[in-house]
């Protein structure tokens, strides 16, 4: 399939001109416009290429570029030959790779049990920067936010887990998760979702403290309890609980260093690279540059992005925003 716009090649996964029936396009990485096309002539031989944002994949290989039915719309963004494409804004880096600055830190009870902690207050170090990474030593359930609130963004994280764990979790399956859309006031789980990092569960969607979103009924083979429980009384919205990743292992049990046998995450100290794009309510995971979620009709929309504290210790090397 092509269209001729302005003398350029419009493609999803068709081939170049001249080449074999079988041989795609092929995709580079931009860094915005998550459902965009852009196509431009880059060369003296007019070799054209697709350029498909967040993506590494060729554009045969990307499941939305396949254009079916369920994959929604792909908007198409055209640069004029003469080269005039729209520079993408710039990245955001949550983490200057030196310090905590531009976030503050929210714990509950010590181990011994009392009062939360609250924010900006960590007798024990729990959130601390070693080596350029954030450590987070899970010691203390509770969270690292930005002081910011986001809207209409890609997230980048990476990490890889620690070696430690602590009670109440010593011999569960390592822990964390990264909240989005925070609203409301601190507490262990606030409103917002959750884009679980879990041994077995890592993609994960949770929502947590009143967040929703649209229920799509092909999604009920993945909830993790009855819809009774997670939909509202219409039936129309999520409104509680965890949407299971699309591979999860129907044997997943809680117990340290469970791994499925599909499961995408890598072996405890790997780095692990997660992805979350946040668009007009549209939402969409990738674990390791692989889909494991999307959902609309998200709300809240917007908030604070928060790296969990929950019982094993793990590390952040890079934690980037890049605005939509």
């Not at 007019?46 to 719309?73: I, T």
């Not at 668009?279 to 809240?300: K, L, Q």
């Not at 210790?313 to 890049?322: A, M």
Request: some cysteine; aromatic content about 8%; overall charge negative.
């Amino acid at each position: 399939m092509s269209c001729w716009i302005a003398g350029l090649v419009l493609a999803a996964g068709c081939a170049r001109p001249g080449a074999a029936d079988d041989e795609p396009l092929q995709a580079t990485k931009v860094p915005s416009f998550r459902n965009s096309l852009i196509v431009e002539l880059v060369n003296d031989d007019h070799d054209e290429v697709c350029r498909r944002e967040g993506c590494g994949q060729g554009a045969h290989e990307h499941p939305e570029s396949r254009l079916d039915p369920g994959g929604g719309k792909i908007r198409m963004r055209v640069g004029a030959a003469t080269g005039l494409l729209k520079e993408p804004a710039p990245d955001t880096a949550l983490f200057n790779g030196k310090d905590l600055s531009g976030f503050y830190t929210w714990l509950g009870s010590m181990p011994d049990g009392g009062e939360p902690m609250g924010r900006n207050r960590d007798p024990l170090k729990v959130f601390t920067v070693r080596d350029g990474m954030i450590h987070i030593s899970g010691e203390v359930f509770g969270y690292l936010a930005t002081e910011k609130e986001f809207e209409n963004y890609h997230l980048t994280a990476e990490y890889r887990w620690g070696e430690k764990t602590f009670a109440p979790r010593t011999d569960k399956a390592r822990d964390n998760g990264i909240l989005f859309h925070m609203q409301g006031e601190d507490r262990i789980w606030p409103q917002s979702i959750e884009f679980q990092i879990i041994e077995g569960g890592t993609g994960d969607a949770l929502f947590v403290g009143g967040a929703s979103m649209d229920f799509d009924p092909a999604l009920e083979s993945r909830l993790a309890d009855s819809k009774a429980k997670l939909l509202s009384p219409d039936g129309q919205r999520i409104v509680n609980g965890r949407i299971n990743w699309t591979k999860r292992s129907p044997q997943w049990k809680d117990v340290l260093g469970f791994r499925g046998p599909d499961d995408l995450e890598l072996p405890p100290g790997q780095w692990n690279k997660l992805d979350l794009w946040c668009r007009d309510g549209t939402v969409e995971y990738y674990v390791n540059e692989v889909r494991v979620f999307e959902g609309r009709g998200a709300d809240p929309r917007r908030g604070r992005i928060l790296l969990q504290s929950e019982g094993a210790e793990i590390f952040f090397r890079k934690v980037e925003v890049h605005p939509l």
